[in-house]
């Protein structure tokens, strides 16, 4: 698997989607340039940790939990991390992607666009607070300016639960020449935003899924904050990009390098105490899911299996990858705790 650094330009956004909860969001700004060549230094250090190893180069992500073009910066930080021979994807929803940025971008050197436009006409306007015929012709501008060397992927979040409305979508933007989707299920922003079947601490699946893991020996590690590795606009090390709050900073760039903070991300990871208990992310919570699935009829036990297996997968992948990098094996679930009380939490700079 190939790790992800998440830089974060800002955390403010110009669309107002219900399933993303802005008033959750403790402190907002934008990533000034030193913080961000703080960052960027961090990533370069991880990469030498991982051609150590013979593990492939992290890549590198500018989205965070909010929209990169209001940071005036960002193209400059595009060219940045092409400057440092990274793999770099951006993340927008593409009201502010006029024809200058387009250009910006392409010539900074970005490879990869998520754009997020899974509406169309009013029920865009509706979702997004956004005008739909500009941000629809910045896409497909941002398109032919791209040619080849821009991938763009079309984001599709299934916030109705509602499998004809993405194909009809997919139709949409396939007829426009665009043919990438990623396509995700609802988050719930680490318990941030109430979502009606997240509701996991509640639900009776909740005592079998942990008889289910503890029958099974599985020690159910998140792999999100191991996999995707979050940096705030703030330069603080953060839980993953489901820390919406930013209720778990772990240091700043300016003191601390990934595997600095690695043993305190692992003990918040396993404690569940903060951000992870109500995530729809976390192993339990999907265990739970998946066995209220089946209790409804749309899973059966083979699936419940596999949830398993997959949860067993996960772990393995986090737990190597601490050792890997701290170069000794993860402790035990008790010493990884005592590492989270030693952390203390950091306002933003």
Same mark, same amino acid.
């Given at each position: ?52 190893? +013979? ?10 939990? #909010? %929209?990169?073009? $209001? !940071?005036?910066?960002?193209? %400059? ?22 024809? *200058? ?14 754009? !997020? ?22 896409? @497909? ?14 984001? @599709? ?14 139709? =949409?933007?396939?007829?426009? &020449? ?9 988050? !719930?922003? #680490? ?10 601490? %509640? =639900? ?7 008889? $289910?893991?503890?029958? !099974?020996?599985?020690? *159910? ?10 940096? &705030?606009?703030? #330069?603080?090390?953060? @839980? ?10 772990? +240091? ?34 999907? $265990? ?24 067993? #997968? ?8 601490? *050792?890997?990098?701290? +170069? ?19 306002? *933003?700079?």
């Amino acid at each position: 698997m190939t790790v992800v650094v998440d830089i974060e330009p800002t955390n403010r956004c110009n669309a107002k989607c219900y399933f993303c909860p802005r008033d959750q969001t403790p402190h907002q700004g934008l990533m000034a340039p030193d913080v961000f060549e703080q960052a960027l230094g961090r990533v370069v250090d991880l990469r030498a940790k991982f051609r150590e190893l +013979g593990r492939p180069d992290p890549n590198v992500s500018l989205c965070g939990l #909010g %929209e990169p073009l $209001l !940071n005036r910066h960002t193209p %400059e930080f595009v060219q940045r991390v092409r400057d440092e021979d990274f793999s770099c994807t951006m993340s927008s929803n593409a009201a502010l992607l006029d024809e *200058a940025r387009g250009h910006a971008l392409i010539e900074a050197g970005l490879q990869r666009i998520c754009i !997020n436009v899974g509406d169309r006409d009013g029920d865009y306007e509706e979702i997004y607070k956004l005008p739909y015929e500009k941000t629809r012709d910045n896409v @497909l501008r941002f398109r032919d300016l791209a040619g080849d060397a821009c991938e763009i992927f079309i984001v @599709l979040v299934d916030h109705r639960r509602d499998p004809q409305h993405l194909a009809d979508m997919r139709q =949409y933007w396939g007829d426009q &020449g665009l043919h990438a989707f990623m396509e995700y299920e609802i988050m !719930n922003r #680490g318990g941030a935003l109430f979502v009606d079947h997240m509701q996991f601490e %509640e =639900y009776p699946q909740l005592a079998e899924a942990r008889s $289910l893991l503890h029958t !099974n020996g599985i020690e *159910a590690v998140c792999p999100t904050p191991f996999a995707f590795l979050f940096i &705030g606009y703030d #330069g603080q090390y953060y @839980l993953c990009c489901s820390d919406w709050k930013k209720e778990v900073p772990l +240091g700043s760039v300016a003191d601390a390098s990934f595997t600095d903070v690695m043993l305190a991300k692992l003990g918040h990871t396993r404690s569940r105490d903060t951000v992870c208990k109500t995530c729809n992310l976390d192993p339990l919570n999907k $265990l739970v899911e998946a066995l209220r699935a089946r209790d409804a009829g749309e899973a059966d036990a083979p699936d419940i299996d596999a949830m398993l297996e997959k949860l067993r #997968g996960f772990s393995a992948f986090a737990l190597d990858e601490i *050792a890997a990098l701290t +170069g000794q094996p993860a402790p035990a679930a008790d010493a990884a705790s005592a590492a989270v009380r030693r952390t203390i939490p950091v306002t *933003a700079i």
